[in-house]
């Protein structure tokens, strides 16, 4: 009895290992996703600002027919 008791202590443990592991896969995952978001708003404000350039530079232009 002892000895399945060890062995099914051993056993969690070795779960509960892998578990943090993954946990801390896990972790640096959603850091990565986050500081992608964060790059990802700035070049979107970026193109925004692109954007609100060149509708004023192209109202400077008049087609004639």
């Given amino acids: 009895m002892n000895e399945l008791i060890a062995a099914a202590t051993h056993q969690q443990a070795a779960v ?6 993954h946990l ?16 990802l708003d700035g070049d979107g404000q970026e193109l925004s600002q ?7 530079l192209s109202q400077r232009f008049s087609v004639s027919t």
């Fill in 16 to 21: 509960s290992a892998e578990i943090s592991q």
């Fill in 24 to 39: 801390g896969s896990i972790e640096q995952v959603a850091e990565r996703n986050l500081q992608d978001a964060h790059e």
């Fill in 50 to 56: 692109l954007a609100g350039r060149l509708i004023a």
